[in-house]
């Protein structure tokens, strides 16, 4: 069965024009969707995911160049031509001045539509090998991006280095924002598949039917639309890694598929009977408790342990603050360079403001705040008022200068830091009078110091 030749997105106002155009291009091997405005065939773009958009110009509501515009913004990567009647040919030539790649004139005569779709379409798979291309480039790299010096750090990229070339399924757990891509990335860096794809899909993006098409393709005729065979991410990461993020989204009667592949290597295109096997190893991520999930009934406890052969947890940042000038200092550096900025560092006081934040968003947040004061910064450092409005809004410190936890709204972390330092200034530095006052040892509070990147200023004691 001959595979698609990719996937065209047709938007015209007229029904009869789409009809047409789709008729002849599914003849010619493409499978295609249509819309009947702009709006309409922005709503489309998610699931579709067309590699050329072909799209009249003059249309109600958003035309031919406000959807340009959105397109360009929404798919960088997909391709578009605009259609035109000869007297408009001027809006043609803006169309083609705002990225489209090239344009056809009504009445469309089928043999020259073709050929300017075939061009479009050779466009589109030499963008979407460089893409393949920039992220290999990317991953090459994927271990030093992952910056830490805590010991929860530490042990995880030793956990990472010791099961990168093993076989087995990997289940990494962490909140949003923690990093759980470069893990992933890091992971596969790291095996012997490290030539082989990297194969990536976020599992919550999809409905069911097309997660399913996603994960295992499909045969030709299997749902409307489907004018050729495609193959799905196990076919792609075939000798590799396939990435699943938000695992823990996946529909039910996924999962049992997702289990057989996991038992038994094997699997079928959606409205196929031949039976596929592929070399993957499966990378798995959530963000919620998948524990929690298999009690209430929501997630298969057969999967949850074929996923969960190895696990890596990954820790909020507020778990690891002493990581938080590393970090800063590394997204510092990277958008210093991109915006061509000479930036030395942060002001003093600017750094004890992210020091004080408690990161609801993890490392994530931190890098967009950098990269926010990187782009405001008009000196050598980046000074308080460049850093996000929560961030500068009263007081984040004491009179001594130190964070004050906010109720509610500090883990348990923070309040025990704060409780450690505020004690430690009222008894002149001593550890052994604060550990009696906190009713813990004097080597605990010895060891927070060091957490905290604090050198023991008084007498340990005994």
Not at 178 to 185: I, Q, W
């Amino acid at each position: 069965m001959d595979e698609s030749r990719g996937r065209i997105l047709i938007v015209d106002d007229e029904a009869n024009a789409r009809a047409a155009l789709s008729e002849i291009l599914r003849e010619e091997g493409y499978e295609t969707e249509t819309a009947a405005d702009g709006f309409k065939a922005l709503g489309k773009l998610g699931a579709f995911s067309p590699d050329l958009i072909l799209t009249d110009l003059k249309m109600p509501g958003l035309d031919g160049l406000g959807l340009l515009k959105e397109a360009r913004a929404a798919s960088p990567s997909t391709v578009l031509v605009v259609m035109t009647a000869f007297g408009t040919i001027d809006s043609a030539v803006e169309a083609i001045k705002l990225g489209a790649e090239n344009y056809l004139t009504k009445p469309l005569e089928p043999g020259s539509l073709i050929a300017v779709v075939e061009r479009a379409m050779e466009k589109a798979r030499l963008m979407a090998e460089a893409a393949v291309l920039r992220e290999r480039l990317r991953e090459r790299n994927a271990f030093g991006h992952i910056v830490g010096e805590h010991p929860s750090m530490k042990a995880l990229l030793e956990t990472v280095a010791q099961v990168a070339p093993s076989r087995s399924s990997v289940l990494i757990v962490g909140e949003s924002g923690t990093g759980k891509e470069l893990v992933a990335a890091a992971l596969h860096r790291a095996s012997t598949r490290a030539q082989q794809p990297l194969v990536r899909l976020n599992c919550a993006a999809l409905s069911e039917s097309l997660l399913e098409s996603e994960l295992f393709g499909h045969e030709r005729g299997a749902f409307t639309g489907a004018v050729g065979r495609r193959e799905g991410r196990f076919k792609q990461a075939d000798g590799g890694t396939l990435f699943l993020d938000e695992v823990g989204e996946i529909p039910s009667a996924t999962q049992v598929k997702l289990l057989r592949f996991l038992q038994e290597r094997e699997f079928e295109r959606v409205g196929g009977n031949e039976t596929l096997k592929v070399d993957v190893r499966v990378v798995a991520a959530t963000n919620v408790d998948l524990e929690d999930r298999v009690r209430r009934g929501q997630f298969r406890e057969d999967l949850f342990y074929r996923l969960n052969v190895i696990r890596v947890d990954l820790p909020p940042l507020r778990d690891r603050r002493t990581d938080v000038p590393l970090l800063a200092g590394f997204f510092l550096r990277r958008y210093a360079q991109e915006n061509g900025k000479r930036i030395a560092g942060f002001s003093e006081e600017a750094m004890q403001r992210l020091m004080a934040w408690s990161w609801p968003g993890n490392v994530r947040e931190l890098e967009h705040a950098v990269e926010r004061a990187v782009v405001l910064c008009r000196g050598e450092r980046i000074e308080v008022e460049q850093l996000p409005g929560p961030m500068t809004a009263g007081s984040t410190r004491s009179k001594e200068g130190e964070g004050r936890p906010v109720i509610p709204g500090s883990s348990i972390a923070e309040l025990e830091r704060y409780a450690i330092l505020e004690t430690l200034r009222a008894v002149g530095g001593s550890t052994s009078k604060a550990a009696k006052i906190l009713g813990v040892s004097a080597r605990k509070i010895q060891y927070k110091l060091h957490e905290y990147g604090r050198p023991g200023d008084g007498e340990a004691g005994s």
